[in-house]
């Protein structure tokens, strides 16, 4: 158990939908970091956020958007959901975020879009 | 950009050695990790260097080469547990965006 959570566990929706995946980091981390893994993709970075504020972004689709709130926890938010973004999506956790922190990963949210 | 190449699958026996190679092209590099992955579950961390050189953590060492754009992990004793995706990643130096390989599937057999 890696200390990041992560729900729902699994999700099924339908294209043109719209879904809301929630993460809370590891008690003491400040950054959060979001990646979508499918089968074709490997692990893509979408976004990172440190402390509230967005530090860095990856591939993440317009119709991607995600915060960090103050107490730390996380969501990513996916809309106008088309059929590849079925996938699944990790949180990680890490102290500060710099590269030289490790990242502990959730358990994932498995999507999936009919 | 960052580019990273590690083979797709690679077959083992149980107790013996296995390495799996990683290449990568990142400007500006800041450190590369290797993660472990079994199937359907979160990646866990392995290893991270950022030095020249070898670091050994019990059954697990991994290998850092700047100047060739080269690491390798190397599995010792090998476990039929130890059948998983192997994760290559690097950090680009200036940015905090960490660029994953497609991962090694590791297949142990008896």
């Given at each position: 158990?890696?200390?990041?959570?992560?729900?729902?566990?699994?999700?099924?929706?339908?294209?043109?939908?719209?879904?809301?995946?929630?993460?809370?980091?590891?008690?003491?981390d400040?950054?959060?970091?979001?990646?979508?893994?499918?089968?074709?993709?490997?692990?893509?970075?979408?976004?990172?956020?440190?402390?509230?504020?967005?530090?860095?972004?990856?591939?993440i689709?317009?119709?991607?958007?995600?915060?960090?709130?103050?107490?730390?926890?996380?969501?990513?938010?996916?809309?106008?959901?088309?059929?590849?973004?079925?996938?699944?999506?990790f949180?990680?956790?890490?102290?500060?975020?710099?590269?030289?922190?490790?990242?502990?990963?959730?358990?994932?949210?498995?999507l999936?879009?009919? | 950009?960052?580019?990273?190449?590690?083979?797709t699958?690679?077959?083992?026996t149980?107790?013996?050695?296995?390495?799996?190679n990683?290449?990568?092209?990142?400007?500006?590099?800041?450190?590369?990790?290797?993660?472990?992955?079994?199937?359907?579950?979160?990646?866990?961390?392995?290893?991270?260097?950022?030095?020249?050189?070898?670091?050994?953590?019990?059954?697990?060492?991994?290998?850092?080469?700047?100047?060739?754009?080269?690491?390798y992990?190397?599995?010792?004793?090998?476990?039929?547990?130890?059948?998983?995706?192997?994760?290559?990643?690097?950090?680009?130096?200036?940015?905090?965006?960490?660029?994953?390989?497609?991962?090694?599937?590791?297949?142990?057999?008896p």
């Open positions: 158990d890696s200390g990041v959570t992560q729900t729902p566990k699994h999700l099924i929706t339908a294209t043109g939908q719209r879904v809301t995946l929630r993460c809370s980091p590891r008690s003491g400040l950054s959060v970091y979001w990646y979508q893994q499918s089968l074709d993709q490997g692990l893509q970075f979408l976004i990172q956020y440190y402390n509230g504020e967005e530090r860095a972004k990856g591939n689709l317009e119709r991607f958007s995600a915060q960090q709130f103050p107490d730390l926890h996380s969501e990513l938010n996916l809309s106008s959901l088309e059929l590849g973004d079925s996938a699944l999506y949180c990680a956790s890490s102290v500060r975020g710099s590269p030289a922190d490790t990242q502990y990963f959730g358990p994932g949210t498995r999936t879009v009919l | 950009g960052q580019n990273i190449d590690q083979p699958e690679m077959t083992a149980e107790g013996a050695i296995v390495q799996i990683c290449t990568y092209q990142t400007s500006g590099f800041n450190g590369l990790f290797w993660y472990q992955q079994h199937a359907g579950e979160a990646p866990t961390f392995l290893s991270y260097n950022v030095l020249d050189g070898l670091e050994e953590k019990g059954r697990f060492s991994s290998f850092l080469s700047r100047s060739k754009g080269y690491s992990l190397l599995l010792k004793e090998l476990q039929m547990k130890d059948s998983a995706s192997y994760l290559c990643a690097s950090w680009g130096g200036g940015s905090y965006i960490p660029t994953f390989g497609r991962g090694t599937s590791l297949i142990v057999h």
